[in-house]
């Protein structure tokens, strides 16, 4: 990345208008720190003995349930282990100041971004267990979604991940995930799921009576 940083600020940059000249060095700057947020991350990964477990778990769970749902062995594709190293830095630090940063990962459908998230989520379900064991369950991830045929199908690959997960919890419990289930919860609106643990169907034709 950082190669082709210097190729275009080499190469192709000297001929853009002096007009755009000034915004296309603030791209590359910002290219720049792109770069470097990767490389902090690697840097975390190995010397950090909890983030590096978090990682080779999240990895394996990520290629185990491509396995299950009937895909090849898992295959990073650059772009997808590029956004896993903007973040995983910050993810493993509660006071880095790259948590006050949105990264957008914006790529044609069907790329892999759905991968390139669920394993920030498998990454930081793990490392909280590792790192604060009993207290490190709990609510780790928010997915929200505007369509309700899209929040179904994303949760039935995120369901996997977590079926994953959860098998590598209970199953091998040398790996210190904990005592705690790795669960997940899908909320769609009433008429789907139920807004209350208990209601009168009278009251609210669409809820159901939770045991």
Request: proline share 4%.
């Amino acid at each position: 990345y950082r190669d082709w940083i210097d190729t275009i600020e080499r190469e192709d940059l000297p001929g853009i208008p002096s007009k755009q000249a000034g915004q296309a060095k603030k791209h590359l700057e910002e290219c720049r720190q792109v770069a470097g947020r990767m490389e902090g991350s690697i840097k975390v990964v190995g010397e950090n003995e909890e983030a590096r477990i978090a990682f080779q778990l999240a990895n394996e769970a990520m290629n185990t349930q491509c396995v299950w749902a009937g895909r090849d062995q898992l295959t990073w594709r650059p772009f997808q282990l590029a956004y896993q190293l903007l973040a995983l830095e910050s993810l493993s630090s509660g006071d880095h100041p790259d948590r006050e940063v949105m990264d957008l990962l914006w790529f044609p459908t069907g790329g892999g971004k759905t991968e390139a998230y669920l394993a920030l989520a498998a990454f930081d379900i793990a490392l909280r267990r590792l790192k604060y064991m009993a207290s490190g369950g709990g609510t780790t991830v928010i997915m929200r979604y505007t369509l309700r045929l899209l929040t179904s199908q994303q949760f039935e690959r995120c369901a996997t991940l977590i079926s994953v997960l959860e098998t590598m919890r209970r199953d091998r419990p040398e790996l210190g995930l904990g005592e705690d289930l790795i669960s997940l919860g899908l909320w769609v609106g009433n008429s789907t799921t139920p807004n209350k643990l208990t209601a009168d169907k009278e009251e609210d034709p669409g809820a159901v009576q939770l045991l």
